[in-house]
């Protein structure tokens, strides 16, 4: 299997919609007037969740006229939220299939489908014209891609001149093997996590120039506290991270939270402009 395959394979369930569904059913949420908050707990797929997403939607500053697109958008937070805060129009790509048809279903439910739409694609091979976009973002998706300089340049491809793109992945930040599982990968062979001067490389290779690049290391350890002391007074929530990443779960997330907390890893944000 190639390791587009394996990525695959290792997101799908196969039954997540239902689970979905039955965890917004046990949190009170009624799936028939569902509100993007509502959905806050599990379909921000990304360290710092929706407190990060609200950051970068500030720093990229993109408009009402605007059509963005939206790489790796799995279920479809950050999209939505781009959409309903910012009033652009969303395009996301994803390798899994089964994510884009439940990104499809929770848009249609929160009422944004005329906004927001989702298509299964490759980024390492958009479906989309030369310069048809005038934005794009990209949530924790290169951790899976091996080949940076053939990612951004595809996003430099179909981005017009000037246009922002923001990246939110988790890079690398000091020496030592990371411990797997993780939330992206259950082992090294999809895993290709890189330090941040090797996004710049990439970026610069593309045509792009980055204007502002900052760690949420600190926000997301607070939040990440804050999560497990509500836990402990109150329980486990049904809208967890189980809903997505199954049993297995809670080591994936001590995993990568002990990473982050050992300083091997970090969330960065950077914001690069297609010159």
Known sequence: MDVEGAVIGHYTQGTLE????????????????????????????????????????EDLGF?????????????????RHL??????RIT?????AEF?????????????????SFLEASAL????EAESFDGATLFHVGM??????????EVRRVLRRGARFGIYDIMHQGKGALPYPMPWAMTPDTSFVEPPSRYRQALARAGFRVELERSHRDLTLRLG?????????????????????????????????????????????????AA
């Open 63 to 79: 408009t009402r006229t605007m059509h963005v697109l939206d790489v790796g958008s799995g279920i479809g937070g950050p999209a």
């Open 100 to 116: 884009v048809a439940v990104a499809q279903n929770l848009t249609r439910r929160c009422h944004l489908s005329e906004q927001v």
């Open 18 to 57: 239902r689970t979905l569904f039955a965890a917004l059913a046990a949190a009170g949420k009624d799936p028939d007037r569902l509100e993007t908050a509502d959905l806050a707990g599990i379909d921000e797929f990304h360290l710092g969740w929706a407190a990060a997403t609200r950051e970068l939607a």
């Open 225 to 273: 506290r804050e999560m497990k002391e509500k836990a402990a007074r109150e329980g486990p929530s049904p809208l967890g991270p189980q809903v997505l990443m199954g049993e297995n779960a809670p080591e994936r997330i001590a995993n990568v939270m002990s990473a982050l907390a050992d300083g091997l890893i970090a969330p960065i944000e950077m914001i690069a402009r």
């Open 83 to 88: 959409a309903q805060v910012l009033g652009c």
């Open 125 to 128: 091979a958009l479906p989309f």
């Open 92 to 96: 996301g790509i994803d390798l899994t």
């Open 144 to 153: 899976n891609i091996a080949d940076k300089d053939g990612l951004f340049a």
